[in-house]
C-alpha cells in the first residue's frame, strides 16, 4: 500500500521563513516537519511506501529524506512539472497505482489512528474517506457536512455565521481508490476539494467521513508553527524529547551554559549552544544548534534556527528566527517578529 505526502507548495504563510526552507523540511524542534508524518505513516505495516509530491526546492527536500532507508520506509519522489493543485498532484503522483492510497496535506500534525481509519474506509466499501476535525471559529475554513451514517452529503466554503450547520472540516487527510482518478484531468491544476469531492457527490458514490477530535493542527502560519512546539512541551501532543516523564528542559550533551546565565523550562536548547554568564533563557524557547547568546540577554518565548547569535544585553521575545542570523547588541526583536535567514539586527535596534 502507497501514501502520497502532498508537500509540494512554497509555504507562503510561513515566509520568510520558507524562502531557503521548503515547508517539509522546516524544523520542529531539531527534526525536519516531513519525519513527523512519516512516523505515523509507520505506524501502518502495509504502508511499504511513500510517495513525496513535489514542486518547490525538490532537491533540499530529497537530500534530507533520501531513499528513506534510514527511517525505515520506501521513499519515492514525483516533481510536478508545474503547480498541479491538490488534485492534479494527486493524479500525477498515483498515475500507476492500483490499490487503495493515503494521502497527506503536506502541513498537517495529527496523532490521528490511521488503521481506524482504513478499517472504516474499507468496510463500507468507500470510493474515498476523508478525515474531518472540530474548530471553534468554522467561519475561517471549509465545513463539511455529513448525514447521520457518516456520508459526506455537501462542502461550503467559509460560510457566513449564518449558514454554519456544524464545525467540522477538512483535516487534509484521504483514503482514496485510484480508480476514481480518471476524471482528474492530467496535466492540469486542479482542486481535490473544490472539484473530486464534489464529484463524488453528484455521482452518488460511497463518499464517508472519519470525524477526529484529538490533536490536529495546521503548521503553515508563523503563530501555528510556534504553537506546535508549546503543544509537544506541554505534552498535547507527544513527541521526542518532551515525553512523559522527560525533564522539562531539554539540553543537548555539549550545550555551555556558564557562570550565573538562567534556563526556565520548557526550553528545549540543541547541540553546541553555548550561553554566556547573565543570560536568561526564558519559558518556551528553542535554542538551535551552534547558536551563542552573549552576556545578558533575554530569550523567551522565542525558536531560533541553526547558527545565530545574540548579542549582549539583547531582548528577543515570542519571535521567529531563520538560521546564521545577528541580533545586535542592546537590541529588541518584539512579539510576532519573524526574521528570514542571514538576517543581520544593527546594535540598539527596536523591532
Known amino acids: 500500500m502507497k501514501a502520497i505526502l502532498l508537500a509540494g507548495g512554497k509555504g507562503t504563510r510561513l515566509r520568510p521563513l520558507t524562502v531557503h526552507t521548503p515547508k517539509p523540511i522546516v524544523p520542529i524542534f531539531n527534526r525536519p516537519f516531513l519525519h513527523y508524518q512519516i512516523d505515523l505513516l509507520k505506524q501502518v505495516p502495509e504502508i511499504d511506501e511513500v510517495i513525496l509530491s513535489l514542486n518547490y526546492q525538490p532537491r533540499r527536500i530529497e537530500d534530507v529524506f533520501g531513499d528513506g532507508s534510514e527511517l525505515g520506509i520506501t521513499i519515492r519522489y514525483v516533481v510536478e512539472p508545474s503547480p498541479l493543485g491538490t488534485g492534479g498532484a494527486i493524479r500525477y503522483a498515483g498515475e500507476s497505482l492500483t490499490d487503495s492510497v493515503v494521502v497527506f496535506n503536506g502541513d498537517v500534525l495529527t496523532q490521528i489512528d490511521l488503521a481506524a481509519v482504513l478499517q472504516l474506509h474499507r468496510e463500507r466499501q468507500a470510493k474515498a474517506t476523508i478525515v ?16 447521520a ?4 452529503r455537501r462542502f461550503l466554503e467559509k460560510p457566513n455565521e449564518d449558514e454554519i450547520t456544524c464545525d467540522t472540516i477538512n483535516a487534509g487527510i484521504y483514503v482514496l481508490e485510484p480508480e476514481t482518478f480518471d476524471r482528474i484531468p492530467r496535466d492540469t491544476a486542479w482542486s481535490i476539494e473544490r472539484s473530486y469531492f464534489p464529484s463524488l457527490i453528484e455521482r452518488g458514490e460511497t463518499f464517508v467521513a472519519y ?13 501555528k508553527y510556534t504553537q506546535v512546539h508549546r503543544d509537544i512541551m506541554d505534552g498535547r501532543y507527544q513527541a521526542p ?11 543537548a550533551p555539549d550545550v555551555r551554559i556558564e557562570g550565573d546565565a538562567v534556563v526556565e523550562g520548557p526550553a528545549f536548547l540543541d547541540e553546541g549552544v553555548v550561553v554566556k554568564s547573565g543570560a536568561r533563557i526564558g519559558p518556551y524557547s528553542v535554542i538551535g544548534r551552534q547558536t551563542q547568546l552573549e552576556e545578558n540577554c533575554h530569550v523567551r518565548g522565542s525558536i531560533l534556527w541553526a547558527n545565530n547569535r545574540v548579542g549582549r544585553d539583547a531582548v528577543v521575545e515570542d ?23 542571514k538576517s543581520a539586527v544593527t546594535d540598539y535596534s527596536r523591532m
Open 132 to 147: 474531518l476535525t472540530p474548530v471553534e471559529n468554522p467561519t475561517a475554513y471549509g465545513l463539511v457536512e455529513t448525514d
Open 149 to 152: 451514517a457518516g456520508n459526506v
Open 211 to 223: 470525524t477526529y477530535r484529538g490533536y490536529w493542527i495546521d503548521i503553515g502560519t508563523a503563530a
Open 241 to 251: 524529547p518532551f515525553v512523559d516523564g522527560a525533564p522539562r528542559v531539554f539540553t
Open 319 to 341: 519571535a521567529i528566527i531563520g538560521r546564521h542570523c545577528h541580533v545586535g547588541r542592546g537590541s529588541e526583536i518584539g512579539a510576532g517578529t519573524v526574521l528570514g535567514d
